[in-house]
Every structure is written in C-alpha cells, then in structure tokens.
C-alpha cells in the first residue's frame, strides 16, 4: 500500500505502532510519536492536541479499536483516550483521556479489546489486565445516578445507590 497523500501530516521517518479501520471507513493510524493520523475519504487529519495526546506519549502497539456504538479506544503511554464520535476527528471535545485517576490500572495501556458479543472492553497495561476491581466512569454523571441491573435485579447500595461491582463477567 503507497499512499503518497501524507505530505505536510506525517514527519518525515515517522513510525506506526498501531493501525484501525472503523465502521465508518475512517483509518485511524497510530504514531510512535505525533499522536494519530486519521484518512477520512481522501484527507488526513492529525490528532495530535495536547490535551487529547499530551506531547511525548506513544500510541501502543495494535492499541486501537471500537465497540458498536462508534466509540474509538486509543491505548497510550498517557492513558486511555475515548473518541466518542459526537464531532471531527480533530475536535478536543470528542475525546476524553482516562488515566490512573479515573480508576485505570496504569497509564501505560499496552492493549485495548472489545467483545461485541458481551459488551466488554478488556484493557492490558503494565500493571495489568482492566477486570476484577477496575472502575468505570460515565461522562456527565457519577455512580449514585447511574441504575445497575442484571436480569431485571438492582445492584445499587440500597442507601447509597452507589454501584460496587467486583468480578462480574
């Protein structure tokens, strides 16, 4: 594959670590250094905003997927950084970064997988794989609005309607 259309995006001698085509035929290509290189239809556009992929950080290797909704996961040596497919790949409010502070075993996200048919996402890091005592956070809202049921059964603290999951698969 030559695609001679990266004059003025991609640095010369770049290096990719991670390569994603999504639903929606975009080519997300992850940098060694630069942040990701996205082909929508005949452009590319760079993701490189400080505040999404801070200066430095690496995307990892075959670190890059979705799940059904169109969310795209990008595992760096930052953190986790969440496309939610709300706007233009290069808008800073599409994205969120999810780091050791929002519960993530590491900020080095070495693997990121989603099993379609359980609804899961499993993340790998140096500090080892996101199941078991790993948490997650909802944009827009805290653990106390958030209702958990299996099978139609509340999993909410009766008083106060926290949700506390361990080892749930």
Known sequence: YTDNSTAGILPA?????????????????GLRNGGVAVRIGNTWKLVNMP??????????F??????????IYIGTTSGLVVFDNGGDVT?????????????LPSNNITGVAYDKAGGRMVITSDAGVGIGYTGIRIRGTDQQRTNLTINGIP???AESQGTFTVNIS
């Open 51 to 60: 505040s999404v992929i801070p200066p430095g950080t690496t995307v990892n």
């Open 62 to 71: 075959n670190a890059i997927t979705s799940d059904e909704f169109g969310y």
């Open 91 to 103: 808008d800073t409010t599409s994205y969120i970064r999810l780091t050791t502070t929002d519960t």
């Open 13 to 29: 001698g770049f290096r990719t670590t991670a390569m994603y085509i999504d639903a929606e035929g975009r080519r997300w290509v």
């Open 155 to 157: 999993l909410n603290d």
